[in-house]
């Protein structure tokens, strides 16, 4: 049995050592399209701040990690793909044949339709190789504008920031993280940026990028005047690595289209990770949602159904955590409330606090929390085994900030103590 | 046999012996807001409830970690995290569905439960046995892990 | 040393709130003075004696509230979870220092402070709000009127973390009356001698801490743990700190002094009451009829402490006094003795869910139960007697043993209205507007407590001596003459009871300077206690030293009482103790012999005849 991976990012590590767990004797191929051994995009802002060596950006730690597994990296670009024939055509002219395929690609920033976008020195910040380029631009007093207050945006924001740049922030939207955040919450974390000396432009579009005037970049607005920049870094979006799957036969939307199996609509390929329409734990439809624990979930999945196991996906709950300059932000499901549930909020801006909770019937279905960072996962937890809240929604409606008592009182191992219930 | 942490509720006064054994150990200062396991109140029940990582198969920091930063430790069966390593993405905190994996702001890592290498500190100085560390099949345990949380 | 981390058990920084003016200061603490008086009551007293006018008007703007935690607070050592209220009182006109456990202790110093000293009055209501180094004054309107309950709610969900301490009055202090509590965590309460009165007085409803720094660098970490280890295992070995406390809570003297013929009954008239049984601690445990369950839900144990003596209990939801009142159908803090005495066999009532009921609001609104239950005593005697009517009780008959009457009182007392407001000037004041002095069961206008000193004799001594009023918290011979810790004594005999109050007297300051629990030393000998302090403190911490130090702070105490005026003649008993005998029980026949004690004890001080301390006794401690 030969397995063949294509991404080296999370899912396909996940999906690589899980499969050699589950079959001592399989082959296993992992081809990734970059010089670096399989390393983590999670982590480069903190390569970015000299925090970590580029080491410290790996997967995997240990030496001879996969070679000691029997993992055969491949540093190749996969081009084609050919179910029928059970066969890869890679970018160094050879194919390679698998008996189970998993494409785990993953995804890339989006440039966005601006003209000046694809001058030198306006990078995103997706790669390693992007963060070597950043981190030689940057420094004291360097003057960058940073499109875009996305998760990825507001990741990056801090290391950019922390070099002593001076830094300004153009986001579309009315707020920041507007896809993980409401606006109140959205607006906090701006006002917080604020404070530590960031400029953020919300509500305000990039128009052109042109040549400056003792800078090297002039940013034309939208609205007001025109910003200098020695350093330009877009942060607009990602979109799923689906274009060499293009006459593949391979059904495809936003990302692969994928079944509970993991498999897609070809015999023996699955997809996993930010390249998949995996299904969506609070919605039950497919979508890619494009985050790291999501990743690993699904690269763990598909490696089981792979290995011939019938593991079925519940689906994954949308979740990010964001750490802007010191405040702590988190996102959980359905975090923008739904049509027939109702909610609990709380709001002490001037602490930054905030905590909102998300319910349908006496369940929690989303939440979003600014300046927690005790026992945050308990929100996933309370969403995903649907538990049933009973007189502990009133209480939580009534003060928020109770949702561990709400947990714990709730939640099966304890409750079997306790008596609380 | 692997050992666990085996917690009863019913025998917790709440004095918060174990949070101070358990900073010490870890930090060498007595704080329970560096503490790996807590104590929750519930004051209208009369009811204290220590609770901290079950060490649980799934292992949902371990797997999420971008950076390898958490390990299995053979000996103990418990998660560690290697602080050197973890570069504070918090990615574990929001996926750990306990909530038993946290950010310290002042170390800018995350923190857990390591059972103190075999000898949890907690179980130690708990007065009243509330806390103790006994042989992993011990009833009720496998029901407490088992919990994990539905969703796979 | 890490960043943050405090220094040698103290912290070594004062916290001045100035409430006139609105400002927070942090200052260094007096460290020359922290190696004479520790910390908590003798380090905060020294502060305050150095700092207030001992003449000055109680609830002025010129007295001071100092809250303190001592070296060991805040470190595992068993009961090291206590802090203390320090201020002049404005019900006895002397020293107050009440003593309460919970956690706010804890918070306090790790939010990196020995104490916080508020001074001035705020010209409007406002509340401290604490995080480690930040401290600010946040305006209080909206939680001014409200009961303890419901500040303590309405911060928790302000700040939106549970792990908030507050401290705070409920709405008998601000209406005055005279032994308002600073109740914190709900149902623990520095309690005596109406600091909270001070408090309300100062326009400051609350202290919220939250405190994220810890505790850390002692002297000798290993020895500390070590000597800690020791200590614990001999509370837990010990059968009054390890079962007897755990199991019954204080409650359990209920019987045992009712059978010795010490326990006050019916505003100490006599000395047995008939339905003890009924209010003790074993009956705490019986399953009630109605619903099955009993009093008692669970033990509970302040911020550290391993013998766990709180007791968490309900009402039966059918009682007269919570019908149709679900806000009292909670666990809350349950009867200690103390309190179930004040409200039962003082009062004569022998319903337990009504003295659970009232010791709920006591928590609610803030209120000594000791001093509010003998007020109500008093008052019921002087109806009997006919020096108050049902005029003056809107309608009341104040009769011994109507527990409805009692709760209806207590409701009163607690949101200072009709006649509650009477019962809120404390027993002494009350039976002399109503013309009885003498029947006010007080010593320096502060209300006795628990142990009738007829059948304890060495408790007559220690309450009249106290410093702050009748109390059982300074000199408790009680553990002697009673129970034989640390050897038995007969409560009958005056013989030698002058030394053993002051040698009570004496350890209890050290302890209580110390950040430990008074509770402890059913157990524990300052031969436990002294190497914990020595090995966290810098200095030379010997038994000698800290029996030195408690001494030292008995006549610093004393001291400022005299200088507020007090004198010798307070040292004494209501007439009605020295006067009439007891009437059952094993001291039958007696009454209080304090003249047997007192010069014995006033020599063995090293004070003159009239009890002021001699130049040389002052100069031998260093005062």
């Known amino acids: 049995m030969d397995h063949v991976i294509i991404g080296a990012g999370p899912a396909g590590v996940v999906a690589a050592e899980t499969l050699r767990k589950l079959d001592k004797s399989a082959g296993i191929t992992l081809i990734g399209d970059e010089p670096e051994p399989p390393y983590s995009r999670m982590a480069l802002p903190y390569y970015l701040v000299q925090q970590i060596p580029e080491e410290g950006t790996y997967l995997r730690k240990t030496r001879d990690y996969f070679g000691h597994r029997k993992i055969n990296l491949v540093q190749d670009r996969v081009t084609s793909v050919l179910p029928d024939e059970h066969t890869l055509r890679l970018d160094s002219g050879e194919t390679m044949r698998y008996d189970k395929l998993l494409i785990a690609t993953g995804s890339r920033p989006v440039s966005p339709p601006i003209p000046g976008i694809e001058q030198e020195g306006i990078h995103t910040c997706w790669t390693l190789d992007d963060g070597r380029a950043i981190a030689a631009s940057t420094g004291p007093g360097a003057k960058i504008v940073l499109m875009g207050a996305g998760f990825i945006g507001c990741i990056i924001l801090e290391a950019l920031a922390k070099s002593g740049a001076d830094l300004i922030v153009v986001e579309m939207e009315d707020r920041m993280v507007p896809r993980m955040m409401n606006a109140t919450a959205g607006n906090m974390i701006k006002q917080w940026c604020i404070g530590k000396g960031v400029h953020v432009l919300t509500s305000t579009r990039v128009m052109a990028i042109e040549p400056g005037d003792g800078h090297r970049f002039k940013v034309i607005l939208d609205q007001g005047v025109p910003l200098d920049a020695d350093l330009i870094v877009s942060a607009t979006g990602v979109r799923s690595n689906i274009g060499f799957l293009e006459g593949s036969g391979i059904q495809t939307e936003t990302g692969v289209l994928i079944d509970r199996n993991m498999r897609t609509s070809a015999v023996d390929v699955y997809a996993a990770g930010d390249v998949a329409e995996g299904i969506d734990f609070s919605t039950g439809d497919y979508s890619v949602q494009a985050i790291q624990p999501t990743a690993t979930e699904h690269g763990l999945l598909a490696a089981k159904n792979m290995a011939g196991l019938d593991a079925r996906h519940k689906g994954s709950i949308n979740m990010n955590v964001l750490d802007t300059l010191g405040l702590i932000s988190s996102s959980f499901g359905l975090w923008m409330g739904t049509d027939k549930g109702d909610s609990a909020e709380q709001v002490n801006p001037a602490r930054y606090q905030y905590l909102n909770l998300q319910f349908e019937e006496d369940v929690l279905v989303g939440a979003t929390t600014l300046g927690l960072t005790l026992h945050v996962g308990v929100l996933r937890g309370l969403i995903q085994t649907r538990v049933r809240l009973g007189k502990w929604k009133e209480r939580l409606k009534a003060d928020p900030s109770r949702i561990m008592e709400a947990y714990l009182a709730c939640t099966q191992p304890v409750s079997i103590n306790t008596g609380l219930f | 046999m692997l050992k666990a942490l085996q917690i009863e509720p019913a025998k917790c006064t709440g004095c918060l012996q174990c949070e101070l054994a358990c900073s010490w150990e870890n930090e060498q200062v007595f704080n329970p807001s560096k503490s790996r396991i807590k104590v929750f109140t519930f004051h209208d029940e009369g009811r204290f409830v220590p609770y901290t990582c079950t060490q649980c198969t799934e292992a949902w920091c371990m797997q999420t970690c971008p950076v390898d930063a958490i390990v299995i430790n053979e000996t103990t069966g418990a998660k560690e995290v290697i602080e050197e390593v973890c570069v504070g993405c918090k990615v574990c905190t929001i996926a750990c569905p306990f909530g038993t994996i946290n950010y310290n702001s002042s170390s800018g890592k995350v923190i857990k439960c390591d059972l103190c290498g075999g000898e949890p500190e907690c179980a130690k100085a708990c007065p009243t046995d509330a806390i103790t560390y006994v042989d992993a099949d011990h009833t009720g345990l496998a029901r407490m892990r088992a919990h994990a949380a539905g969703g796979d | ?623």
């Open chain 3, 1 to 623: 040393m890490r960043q943050g981390v405090i220094e040698m058990a103290w912290t070594k920084k004062i916290l001045r709130i100035n409430l006139t003016e609105g400002t927070c200061q942090a200052e260094p603490l007096n460290m020359e003075w922290a190696g004479q008086y520790l910390g908590q009551r003798g380090l905060a007293t020294k502060y305050l004696v150095e700092e207030v006018d001992p003449k000055c008007n109680p609830l002025g703007p010129e007295n001071k509230l100092i809250m303190t935690t001592g070296p060991l607070t805040g470190t595992p050592a068993s009961t090291a979870g206590r802090y203390s209220v320090v201020t002049k009182s404005p019900l006895t006109g002397a020293l107050a220092c009440s003593n309460s456990g919970g956690f706010i202790g804890n918070e306090i110093k790790n939010a990196g402070w020995d104490m916080i000293i508020f001074e001035g009055r705020s010209p409007i209501p406002v509340y401290l709000y604490l995080e480690n180094e930040h401290a600010e004054l946040v305006p209080a309107e909206d939680l001014w009127g409200k009961s303890v309950w419901e500040t303590d709610e309405l911060l928790h969900a302000r700040y939106q973390d549970p792990l908030l301490r507050v401290a705070c009055v409920g709405k008998s202090a601000e209406e005055g009356c005279l032994f308002a509590c600073i109740v914190n965590d709900m149902h623990r309460a520095a309690g005596r001698s109406g600091v909270g009165t001070v408090m309300a007085s100062k326009n400051l409803k609350a202290v919220a801490v939250r405190g994220t720094l810890g505790v850390g660098n002692l002297k000798d970490p290993r020895r500390f743990m070590q000597v800690v280890a020791e200590a614990k295992k001999v509370l837990a070995d010990n059968p009054v700190t390890g079962q007897g406390l755990p199991t019954y809570g204080t409650q359990v003297l209920m019987n045992v002094i009712n059978e010795s013929g010490a326990l006050p009954t019916r505003n100490m008239r006599e000395v047995q009451f008939e339905g003890a049984e009924q209010v003790s601690g074993e009956a705490m445990h019986e399953p009630r009829k109605s619903d099955g369950r009993p009093n008692l839900t669970t033990n509970t144990a302040c911020f550290g402490c391993t013998i766990a003596c709180g007791r968490i209990s309900t009402i039966d939801q059918n009682h007269f006094s919570v019908v149709n009142k679900p806000e009292y159908w909670i666990n809350s803090g349950g009867v200690e003795y103390e309190a179930a005495w004040a409200l039962g066999p003082d009062t004569g009532t022998a319903d337990l869910d009504a003295l659970t009921y009232c010791n709920f609001v006591c928590n609610e609104q803030g209120m000594d139960p000791i001093t509010l239950g003998s007020t109500i005593a008093a008052a019921m005697e002087l109806y009997q007697e006919g020096a108050i009517t049902k005029e003056d009780t809107g309608g009341l008959e104040l009769k011994f043993g109507d527990a409805e009457v009692l709760c209806k009182l207590v409701d009163l007392t607690g949101r200072g209205e009709g006649f509650g407001r009477d019962i809120g000037l404390g027993s002494q004041r009350l039976c002399e507007k109503y013309g009885r002095p003498e029947l006010s069961m007080t010593v320096k206008k502060q209300e006795f407590p628990a142990y009738d000193p007829r059948g304890i004799q060495g408790m007559g001594l220690a309450y009249a001596t106290s410093n702050r009023g009748a109390c059982h918290l300074r000199g408790y011979t009680v553990a002697s003459e009673i129970m034989g810790i640390p050897e038995k004594t007969d409560p009958l005999v005056t013989e030698g009871k002058a030394a053993l109050v002051k040698a009570f007297q004496d350890a209890t300051a050290a302890v209580d300077s110390a950040g430990i629990c008074v509770f402890s030393t059913f157990a524990w000998t300052m031969e436990d206690i002294a190497p914990q302090v020595d090995a966290a403190c810098e200095g030379d911490w010997s038994v000698e030293k800290m029996l030195e130090t408690g001494e030292r702070i008995w006549n610093m105490e004393r001291k400022f009482n005299l200088e507020a005026g007090l004198t010798g003649a307070d040292d004494t008993l209501p007439k009605r103790l020295l006067k009439e005998a007891a009437k059952t029980g094993p001291a039958k026949g007696m009454v209080v012999k304090l003249d047997e004690m007192l010069p014995e004890y006033y020599e063995l001080r090293g004070w003159t005849a009239d009890g002021v301390p001699t130049e040389e006794t002052l100069s031998r401690l260093g005062l």
